[in-house]
């Protein structure tokens, strides 16, 4: 039951509430911070007037034992770090303002492994979401790769995101394209998915999927994704297979034939004479068209210099 809360409060806190909080104008960042005010603490979301009492060491008041909130990361052990966390009650919104600093000194500590795992297991889904950027810098892939398979889509997102940090390691493809298969893998959660397996697979291995991802796949961020991720890879063949596609109309956006149109410049493709797209009532489109002339010929002046810049 404890466990199902906090996952709802994180909903809560971390998903549109926390959207429309980082993109409100200060008056209704007032208006919602006022709504959230009963439950505000107990959900842990920092007010105004919080983060400068976090930051100020006179307004934490003296430390004591580490069932409270106090202390610095310095101050306390490894021990009671553990502890403090460990304890679901109190004062959570100064204990997740100072996450973070406190357990990034713990980097060095030689329990490291037991760290990850706490933080890894904790039943927060925050701490796990938060935890991801830690165990990616201290390489923790183990633990790094069980979240990815957290029931709170924040923390898988989070997670395989990070995933895709860590140094060249051909084995951590495989997750990935696993993951990317998945239902609940959509959006840019997908999209960073493909950019984490792009980064680790065989490039043998990845181009005949990319292409196939490119022509067919449901998800427009993964489509336009694959697309860029060929003409990285420099696909020259599977760029050009995938050009008929400027001709046909858009299954959600033009973002798909921005993509490819981007993908010519980069790779010095002409992507053909374009009729299905010159009356096409969209600047963004027009503005990828404009650097190419009408026949195949040669780059325009301006497609040249994107070319020689890339």
């Known amino acids: 039951m404890r466990a199902a809360a906090a996952a709802c409060a994180f909903e809560i806190r971390e998903g549109r509430f926390r959207w429309a909080l980082e993109r409100a104008e200060p008056a209704e960042r007032r208006f919602l911070l006022a709504w959230m005010e009963p439950v505000r603490h107990l959900l842990g979301v920092l007010g105004d007037d919080d983060a400068s009492e976090a930051d100020d060491p006179a307004a934490r008041g003296p430390i004591s034992s580490p069932g409270g909130d106090r202390g610095s990361g310095a101050d306390l052990e490894m021990a009671e770090l553990l502890a403090l966390y460990a304890d679901l009650d109190g004062c959570w919104a100064e204990r997740k303002h100072r996450f973070a600093d406190r357990f990034r000194a713990a980097g060095g500590a030689a329990d490291r492994?037991?760290?990850?795992?706490?933080?890894?297991?904790?039943?927060?889904?925050?701490?796990?979401?938060?935890?991801?950027?830690?165990?990616?810098?201290?390489?923790?892939?183990?633990?790094?790769?069980?979240?990815?398979?957290?029931?709170?889509?924040?923390?898988?997102?989070?997670?395989?995101?990070?995933?895709?940090?860590?140094?060249?390691?051909?084995?951590?493809?495989?997750?990935?394209?696993?993951?990317?298969?998945?239902?609940?893998?959509?959006?840019?959660?997908?999209?960073?998915?493909?950019?984490?397996y792009v980064a680790y697979a065989l490039k043998e291995e990845a181009i005949p999927r990319l292409l196939t991802l490119a022509r067919s796949d449901e998800r427009e961020p993964v489509r336009c994704g694959a697309v860029d991720a060929l003409a990285k890879?420099?696909?020259?063949?599977?760029?050009?297979?995938?050009?008929?596609?400027?001709?046909?109309?858009?299954?959600?956006?033009?973002?798909?034939?921005?993509?490819?149109?981007?993908?010519?410049?980069?790779?010095?493709?002409?992507?053909?004479?374009?009729?299905?797209?010159?009356?096409?009532?969209?600047?963004?489109?027009?503005?990828?068209?404009?650097?190419?002339?009408?026949?195949p010929t040669t780059l325009s002046g301006r497609a040249r210099l994107r070319r020689s810049s890339r």
């Open 113 to 196: 492994g037991a760290v990850a795992a706490f933080l890894a297991g904790h039943p927060d889904p925050w701490i796990r979401e938060r935890s991801a950027s830690l165990l990616a810098a201290w390489d923790e892939q183990g633990a790094l790769l069980g979240l990815t398979r957290d029931p709170a889509f924040f923390v898988r997102k989070s997670a395989m995101y990070w995933l895709g940090q860590l140094p060249a390691n051909q084995a951590l493809a495989g997750p990935a394209w696993e993951h990317l298969g998945e239902l609940g893998t959509t959006g840019t959660h997908a999209l960073e998915t493909l950019n984490t």
């Open 233 to 295: 890879l420099g696909a020259h063949a599977e760029i050009e297979a995938l050009l008929p596609l400027l001709a046909e109309p858009p299954e959600v956006t033009w973002a798909v034939h921005l993509a490819l149109l981007s993908a010519c410049e980069r790779l010095g493709l002409h992507p053909g004479r374009c009729e299905a797209l010159c009356g096409v009532d969209n600047i963004d489109v027009q503005l990828a068209l404009a650097p190419w002339p009408r026949t």
